[in-house]
């Protein structure tokens, strides 16, 4: 019914950057938030970025300064834009977005990932 779809990951040397892609798409009445996270390597799923109605965001501390967060309402789209990048960015991309489908059920659809990988 509604389905997330992460792009525009790659491989990218130090102090590079990368734009990242995340959209949502099928029977969508609302969203009420849209993140980004990120699993390095024999690591957790971490919290990397929040974008919420209105526009507001939120950053971790090991990306902010960085990282962009922000988002296309005609499209349903957010990106992640990443600059001065670093080797332990090198991640699995995860977006999830926080949606009310036109049937008025509230849940959180999560994109296949997409691979990010810093390295000269």
């Known amino acids: 019914q509604v389905q997330v779809v992460e792009s525009g990951g790659g491989l990218v040397q130090p102090g590079g950057s990368l734009r990242l892609s995340c959209a949502a798409s099928?029977?969508?009445?609302?969203?009420?938030?849209m993140n980004w996270y990120r699993q390095p390597p024999g690591n957790q799923r971490d919290l990397v970025a929040v974008?919420?109605?209105?526009?507001?965001?939120n950053y971790a501390d090991s990306v902010k300064g960085r990282f962009t967060i922000s988002k296309d309402n005609a499209k349903n789209t957010v990106y992640l834009q990443m600059n001065s990048l670093k080797p332990e960015d090198t991640a699995i991309y995860y977006c999830?977005?926080?949606?009310?489908?036109?049937?008025?059920?509230?849940?959180?659809?999560w994109g296949q990932g997409t691979q990010v990988t810093v390295s000269s």
């Open positions: 974008w919420r109605p209105g526009g507001s965001t």
């Open positions: 099928g029977s969508i009445l609302s969203i009420y938030g």
């Open positions: 999830n977005a926080d949606v009310m489908s036109t049937s008025r059920a509230r849940f959180v659809s």
